[in-house]
T-cell receptor, first 109, second 112 residues
């Protein structure tokens, strides 16, 4: 069935460094790829998304890239700050909304 | 106040009992989803519904049941057949196609 693989499961960076999270998906029909941030005890919230007709999208310190041929998409966070510490989920939408396993990002001051 | 609401926030259940988690949205969204989240785990899909009176199993549907009699409501029943029901349950809704999904605040279920 449809599957989304996300790596790494944990990521620790120094404040000001960049962080990269990578995902792969299996369903060729997927055409929408959102990224969610979940702080401890809270609901996931959308931080950025990309559609299949776009290769890259940027919003301030956050960017997402998509390679449809390889079925890869990635989240890039530049100039990380302690408040970026959270769990990040990628997702792929074809018929279902399928999430990756999550990446726990820790930004050390 | 528009949004998606789950209730209750905390729920305790005795072993062998069925329990129903509520999920209501007033966003006029077509699709609704139920996920289970265990500590340090991702969001695993239990059931989803794309239109009223229709729903499909997700990856971990065993021991759960749902209904979609109204567009606004998608309740989840955790039955006694679910062997390890203690978890955080999240409901989400969205329009179909390539649009953002919105999450409820979650229900933390504990079996005692």
């Amino acid at each position: 069935g449809e599957n989304v693989e996300q790596h790494p499961s944990t990521l620790s960076v120094q404040e000001g460094d960049s962080a990269v999270i990578k995902c792969t998906y299996s369903d060729s029909a997927s055409n929408y790829f959102p990224w969610y941030k979940q702080e401890l005890g809270k609901r996931p919230q959308l931080i950025i998304d990309i559609r299949s007709n776009v290769g890259e999208k940027k919003d301030q310190r956050i960017a997402v890239t998509l390679n449809k041929t390889a079925k890869h998409f990635s989240l890039h966070i530049t100039e990380t700050q302690p408040e970026d510490s959270a769990v990040y989920f990628c997702a792929a939408v074809g018929g279902k909304l399928i999430f990756g396993q999550g990446t726990e990002l820790s930004v050390k001051p | 106040d528009g949004g998606i609401t789950q209730s209750p926030k905390y729920l305790f259940r005795k072993e062998g009992q069925n329990v129903t988690l509520s999920c209501e949205q007033n966003l006029n969204h077509d699709a609704m989803y139920w996920y289970r989240q265990d500590p340090g785990q991702g969001l695993r899909l239990i059931y989803y519904s794309q239109i009223v009176n229709d729903f499909q199993k997700g990856d971990i549907a065993e021991g759960y049941s749902v209904s979609r009699e109204k567009k606004e409501s998608f309740p989840l029943t955790v039955t006694s057949a679910q062997k390890n029901p203690t978890a955080f349950y999240l409901c989400a809704s969205k329009w179909e196609r390539d649009t953002e999904a919105f999450f409820g605040q979650g229900t933390r279920l504990t079996v005692v």
